[in-house]
């Protein structure tokens, strides 16, 4: 879980520093560590907030996604927890792309703002005025990571529109639940 | 002032090593050390290692940061990932939680991020991971009007009446026209909320997107469905009911839109096109809708109306391109900026000619000479853009061709060509014309 935070944080924190740079593979290590990570609440909450979804007041900070902690009730059908983990798995595996895809973004326009420094000789950069110049940095960013853009996309709707139906199954199950067993 | 920190616990090879990186205006970072009392670890914060970095935070300022009893450096199971807000209210001791050795010795000066900005206090917002608002008649019509994206689909329903009306030849029938309005807005608002449902993630990259319903989790992905779902099945029977080209053209611009524009904005630079063939559909519909048959005239509505997509778009897209590469969406703006600007241009002037074009069937020549200055001065802006694209005039065109759209239907409707009342007031001549010789 904390791979990908972690090496993208990494990579903000100390892209322009000699330290050593994480292999994912020596981070997996984390994952078995970390917890809840998404969820944003400290371990000393009490246990009545688990039980409604919250929602994160802002983006996150790298990936500009609003986290979900979903909430664990505690008349949970097993349809329920099936969804619940698929949302939860979903929500990862889309933040830890976004979390790369911004970071390794920030940090290659960073590199080509400084490249180009460079080739100006100290001249004074400010990057609304260049354009052109940022406009080839995109074009490249984009180009270079087409693929990976496109099978993100299927990935992604893929994923997205396969939680429906069981969402439609909870629906039924909560609906049942608040309407019949009143009874 | 807000500061959002965001820790990240993580292993390394000391095992000590935790970053704090505070999101603020302007940007600040940490470095906290974990260190470990009683049954609690302690972070403590240090200067950011960082050769760009830009903290604000002082010596001063890190030391009262590290005096505090604030929730952000306490981490009880130190492997655990914690958001923590700041925001401009008082720090509000935990009783329960650990205390540590050094006296409390809090103030609200001292707990002052940034002593150059307004009154910022650190805050244990622990609970500010607000759960989901439980939806009453009043958000429910707020979240539909943005799922729906009111303001477009109202311009859409506008073309499509006035397709209406410049194709009608008969007396106004106010059912079908009631149908055709309806139907086609509730398609158009399926379609924005399959869009919105699709593109998530991608919304919430961009600034002008982030705060629609979806993205925020206000409602339900599967809610947003079943709203598209209904309204769009409802909005293709009314459709259906007014006829089936009508129906037709209603169905695949949802199609179109909904999922083949929608997926090709991170495909290819193309989708601008399909999303100009999606603005040009309704004034046809509209126009099927009143002869049941797509001919030289509706072709020229939708001509007008698809080259009118470039200038309003490329302008539109101009100011965002740095947000959208970021995203991955690929538009002419970022890749092939002549592309974009040159396309403005070119169908700026076609507009021209098609309003030109439509004098000769569509509608009288007054058209033609009180569109001019407008259509004129779209392409001088247009000219402007090409010239020096930058934020203000790529803004100046946006916004003028919200006007001009709206301005050139108005006068189109108004100078609609009826050959009945031509035909009339030549059997009335003739009438008179015969009068005349028979009393002579």
């Excluded at chain 1, 929602?55 to 909430?71: D, Y």
């Excluded at chain 2, 009683?38 to 590290?66: F, G, P, Y």
């Excluded at chain 2, 402007?384 to 239907?409: E, G, Q, T, V």
Aim: with cysteine; aromatic share 10%.
């Amino acid at each position: 879980m904390l791979r990908s935070p972690n090496v993208a944080l990494n990579l903000l924190a100390k892209s322009l520093t000699a330290s050593t740079q994480w292999p994912i593979a020596g981070t997996a290590v984390l994952s078995v560590h970390c917890h809840r990570c998404l969820s944003g609440k400290p371990a000393t909450s009490d246990d009545s907030n688990d039980h409604v979804d919250r929602v994160s007041p802002t983006g996150h900070p790298v990936s500009n996604l609003r986290l979900i902690h979903f909430g664990r009730p505690a008349n949970e059908t097993p349809p329920e927890r099936e969804l619940r983990l698929k949302r939860s798995a979903l929500q990862k595996w889309n933040h830890e792309y976004w979390l790369k895809n911004n970071a390794d973004f920030q940090r290659q326009k960073s590199d080509y703002i400084e490249r180009e420094l460079k080739a100006l000789r100290g001249q004074e950069f400010k990057s609304s005025l260049s354009y052109d110049e940022l406009s080839l940095f995109y074009k490249s960013f984009l180009d270079s990571n087409h693929k990976k853009h496109m099978n993100y996309n299927l990935e992604w709707y893929r994923r997205h529109t396969s939680l429906l139906w069981p969402a439609f199954r909870v629906l039924l199950i909560r609906l049942r639940r608040k309407f019949w067993t009143r009874n | 002032m807000a500061v959002y920190a965001h820790i990240n616990t993580c292993l390394t090879s000391d095992k000590n090593y935790s970053e704090i990186v505070c999101k603020s205006q302007p940007k600040a970072s940490l470095h906290a050390i974990h260190y470990e009392t009683n049954d609690c670890v302690r972070l403590m914060a240090t200067n950011a290692k960082r050769e760009d970095n830009h903290h604000l935070l002082s010596t001063q300022q890190i030391h009262q940061l590290n005096a505090s009893n604030n929730l952000l450096l306490f981490s009880p199971k130190w492997d655990q990932m914690y958001d923590v807000f700041y925001n401009s209210q008082q720090i509000s001791p935990q009783p329960d939680h650990p205390v540590d050795d050094k006296p409390n010795h809090r103030t609200d000066d001292e707990m002052k991020v940034n002593a150059d900005h307004k009154d910022t206090h650190l805050l244990d917002t622990s609970h500010e991971w607000k759960p989901i608002d439980k939806l009453n008649a009043q958000t429910l019509v707020k979240y539909y009007t943005q799922l729906a994206k009111l303001r477009l689909t109202g311009l859409v329903v506008l073309t499509t009446l006035s397709g209406y009306y410049m194709g009608l030849q008969t007396p106004i029938d106010p059912l079908i026209l009631t149908a055709t309005l309806v139907g086609t807005g509730l398609t158009s608002g399926s379609a924005t909320a399959i869009n919105q449902y699709l593109e998530i993630p991608f919304d919430s990259q961009m600034k002008r997107t982030q705060n629609r319903p979806l993205v925020l989790g206000r409602i339900s992905g599967l809610h947003a469905m079943g709203f598209a779902g209904v309204s769009g099945l409802t909005g293709l029977a009314l459709l259906s009911y007014v006829n089936p080209l009508t129906a037709v053209l209603g169905a695949s611009n949802l199609i179109l839109y909904s999922f083949i524009y929608t997926p090709m904005k991170r495909a290819h630079i193309a989708n601008t096109w399909v999303g100009a063939v999606v603005g040009a559909i309704p004034p046809i519909m509209g126009f099927t809708a009143a002869t049941n048959c797509i001919d030289m005239s509706a072709v020229l509505m939708g001509l007008v109306l698809y080259s009118w997509q470039f200038p309003h778009f490329n302008a539109l897209s101009w100011n965002m391109r740095h947000e959208y590469a970021r995203a991955g969406f690929r538009m002419m703006s970022v890749t092939e900026p002549k592309l974009c600007i040159n396309t403005a241009l070119r169908h700026s002037c076609l507009i021209l000619l098609y309003s030109t074009i439509m004098c000769t069937t569509l509608t009288t020549w007054t058209f033609g000479i009180d569109s001019l200055p407008i259509n004129l001065y779209l392409i001088y802006l247009s000219y402007k853009f090409r010239a020096n694209p930058d934020a203000k005039s790529s803004r100046k065109l946006f916004f003028y061709s919200l006007i001009h759209l709206p301005a050139i239907i108005l006068l189109m409707c108004i100078s609609k060509r009826r050959p009945q009342s031509s035909a009339n007031n030549v059997n009335t001549v003739n009438d008179s014309k015969q009068s005349v010789a028979g009393n002579s």
